[in-house]
């Protein structure tokens, strides 16, 4: 789990001011295993923060992808967000929408990338692979 205070080193030397809100939605996106949406982060930001607006949860994303933290899954309804940088897979359901990394195939997905870069002239700048299909809960339920 990443602390604000482990968030704060990381954002101090970009400039970037740092109040308790924003690393608050910080902490909320780097420890977030599911992908969340901005209405999920500022649901769960307004737990501790209950006059944060919207429009700060949508600036300090902005910062916090500039900054290299976290990255923008854009899917067709709403964007998601990612703090896992390293190549890897998404889990993508078809039923209930969330969305998590898988457990396994991270060196394919990295290979894959050397290999790319190897064997081209096309410089990547960064990769997304996404499965699509049904989680356990939703499988079931079909």
């Known amino acids: 789990m990443t602390t604000q ?25 780097v420890n977030s295993a599911d992908h969340p949406t ?18 700060t949860v949508y600036s300090t994303l902005g910062l916090l992808e500039q900054a290299g933290i976290v990255r923008e899954l854009p899917f067709q309804k709403f964007s998601r967000y990612d703090a896992n940088l390293s190549p890897h897979a998404n889990l993508v359901c078809l039923g209930c929408g969330s969305v998590v990394d898988a457990e396994v ?38």
């Open 105 to 142: 195939g991270h060196e394919r997905v990295a290979e894959l990338e050397q290999s790319i870069s190897d064997s081209t002239d096309f410089r990547i700048s960064s990769q997304r692979v996404d499965f699509y299909g049904y989680c356990e809960g939703c499988a079931r339920n079909n």
């Open 5 to 29: 205070e482990h968030l704060a080193t990381q954002l101090k030397p970009l400039g970037i001011r740092l109040t308790p809100q924003r690393l608050a939605i910080a902490e909320v996106v």
């Open 38 to 55: 901005v209405r999920e982060i500022f649901e769960r930001v307004r737990d501790f923060f209950p006059y944060v607006t919207l429009a």
